[in-house]
């Protein structure tokens, strides 16, 4: 329950820290306070016994995500950046908070046609081509 506190607590201070439109060198520390605050979660959910969180994490959505977590990666930055021209070129007449549901939705959509149509198929394969290793010497 500590680590789990310690976590959340790291990630809300890192929200007061000042926003500029370029990180600078002196912002660079957020990048490990955000992977140690984020490993301090990960540990406390792994050796949870709460129900609610067992139920979160063995959801098959919450799984789903998992397996196209490449995609989500990959294509996180283009669906950000195509939402923004939208916004900053005036073609769509939104509220500036709903880019950012439709940042998700797009690198979701992406990821999930991508996993589904291409990288399957490499994962298939993959199999057939894996060294198999004799361990009788």
């Not at 139920?55 to 294509?75: E, P, R």
């Amino acid at each position: 329950a500590l680590l789990f506190l310690t976590g959340i607590l790291l990630f809300i201070a890192m929200y007061f820290i000042p926003a500029r439109n370029v990180l600078s060198y002196n912002q660079l520390y957020l990048y490990p306070v955000s992977a140690i605050a984020f490993s301090f979660i990960l540990v406390s959910l792994l050796n949870t016994k709460n129900k609610f969180l067992l139920f979160i994490f063995t959801n098959k959505a919450i799984k789903y995500l998992g397996k196209i977590s490449f995609g989500l990666y990959v294509f996180h930055i283009p669906a950000i950046y195509f939402t923004n021209s939208l916004y900053y070129s005036g073609r769509l007449k939104i509220p500036e908070i709903w880019f950012g549901l439709l940042s998700l939705l797009l690198t979701i959509f992406f990821s999930v046609l991508s996993f589904e149509f291409f990288e399957k198929f490499f994962l298939k394969i993959k199999k057939r081509y894996a060294v198999i290793e004799n361990s009788g010497n």
